[in-house]
């Protein structure tokens, strides 16, 4: 087993899977906990999007554990936040080097997210160059 920490806006968790899990059965986990089906969450790695749901997460897991969930509109709690709209798909930077988190952005369409702190930091494309993120 290994713990991972899911990060949903201002609700974080954290869940005990086996490392040998795939993506849906990551998603199943996280339903356990959430009570939201797989198919209104959507899971991301370092701002990469997991779609495929046989994908297994042991390669992830050598990088971060760390999964930021976002929930579509039927699954989403409504919650407090700052409010972004933006016209193109993007991702809302926040927090530090140690805790970073990418929050995914659809074009029109408005969210709320709570911020850590009042700086953040936008990005159009996430990149993997060499192992590491670029950012742009």
Known sequence: MV???IELEDAPFDLDVPASSTVQELKEAIKKETGVVPDEQKLFCLGFPLEE??????DLLEVSQTFNLVLSDEGADKGWGKKFFCEIDVF????GMLDFKAIPLKANTDKKVNLKSNKF???QNIKSENGQRVLK
């Open 53 to 58: 749901g046989d994908t297994k997460i042991t």
């Open 92 to 95: 809302i930077l926040t927090g």
């Open 3 to 5: 713990r991972v920490n």
């Open 121 to 123: 930091g936008v990005a």
